[in-house]
């Protein structure tokens, strides 16, 4: 298991100064927490602040955690109710070649 302080070091890892999303993108873990990219301004931001955003992922830091790993497939996840998208399904696509690893 991943607490959100790591996941949220890794993601920004990942985002890097400029991801090219051009979006705000809200990983909503419930009670857990909450990751916000602001990929609308260069350099990229990552925090846990709970602001309005482009797109927001509901879904568990486990289940994100096993899809960064290639455990559990994201359409999968999506088709099960695992992960639930509100806002542009493009930006949540865009998102993903980031997650792995």
């Known amino acids: 298991m991943s607490d959100l302080e790591t996941l949220t070091q890794k993601i920004t890892a990942a985002v890097g100064e400029n991801s090219g999303l051009g979006k705000v993108i809200k990983f ?20 846990n602040e709970d602001k309005p ?4 992922i509901q ?20 088709m099960m109710g695992k992960m639930k998208i509100q806002g542009d399904m493009g930006v949540a696509q865009k998102l993903a070649p980031l997650l792995k690893g």
């Open 28 to 47: 909503d873990f419930g009670d857990a927490g909450k990751i916000l990219i602001d990929a609308a301004t260069v350099p990229n931001v990552v925090s």
């Open 53 to 56: 955003a482009d797109t927001t």
């Open 59 to 78: 879904i568990s830091i486990d289940d994100l955690v096993a899809m960064g790993k290639g455990t559990l497939d994201p359409m999968m996840a999506f």
